[in-house]
């Protein structure tokens, strides 16, 4: 199964780029790379998938290379409302229950 | 935001006894999920449901089981509450299976808070 590995934390300013990493250097064929957003006291929410090279949406970017050993989420222009914990989510491979999530990455957006 | 309720949203129990959490989803989804959080430790699928009456296990689910007699429905029994099992448990939602399917995603309920003393 494939393990994620996320920066336990982030801090950045209002306005800028923010880019999160996650590893998962045994991901598998049949894997596909998803982000959550969560918010304290609240189940986490769809931000982006993707199986590789580029996705993006209206509210993030998903880059992943060709060895897909690796992912950045990419949010443009951050602001304080996007202080959360990111995760990455590898899988579900062969079936559904083969979903590893990373430990989340704690983002924090300064004015 | 889905439908989807999670009751109770929080519970103090003394250990040895059973503790039943349920989820309840307006979605008509056909497929259900229990995690629980702890820190550190990000999401960890207990069990799942592709429909009712039809479960399986996840990544942590001894000490735990389910039951889903109701489109609409997914209980989470811990049979004899335990330390260990003191957590936020989180319930899903995806309109089917993720296996194979792109851009098929999970929808999360509030979350129970559960203190086993």
């Known amino acids: 199964l494939a393990k994620t590995t996320q920066p336990i934390s982030m801090d950045s300013y209002e306005g800028q780029e923010v880019n999160i990493t996650c590893s998962h250097n045994n991901i598998a064929t049949n894997d596909y790379i998803t982000w959550y957003q969560q918010f304290p006291s609240q189940g986490p929410r769809f931000i982006i998938q993707g199986y590789k090279t580029k996705v993006t949406n209206e509210v993030a970017s998903l880059f992943i290379p060709a060895d897909r050993k690796s992912s950045t989420l990419s949010l443009p222009r951050v602001s304080l409302s996007d202080t959360a914990v990111y995760y990455c989510l590898v899988g579900p491979g062969e079936s559904n229950y083969q979903l590893i999530w990373g430990a989340g990455t704690k983002l924090i957006i300064k004015p | 935001d889905a439908g989807i309720t999670q009751s109770p949203r929080h519970k103090v129990t003394e250990t040895g006894t059973p503790v039943t959490l349920r989820c309840h989803q307006t979605?008509?989804?056909?497929?259900m999920y229990w995690y629980r959080q702890d820190p550190g430790h990000g999401l960890r699928l207990i069990h799942y449901?592709?429909?009712?009456?039809?479960?399986d296990k996840g990544e942590v689910s001894d000490g735990y089981s389910v039951s889903r007699s109701k489109t609409e429905d997914f209980l989470l029994t811990l049979e004899s509450a335990t330390s260990s099992q003191t957590s936020v448990y989180f319930c899903?939602?995806?309109?089917?299976?993720?296996?194979?399917?792109?851009?098929?995603?999970?929808?999360f309920g509030p979350g129970t808070r559960l203190l086993v003393l």
């Open positions: 979605e008509n989804h056909r497929y």
């Open positions: 449901s592709y429909g009712v009456k039809d479960t």
């Open positions: 899903a939602i995806s309109e089917e299976g993720l296996a194979g399917a792109f851009q098929e995603t999970q929808y």
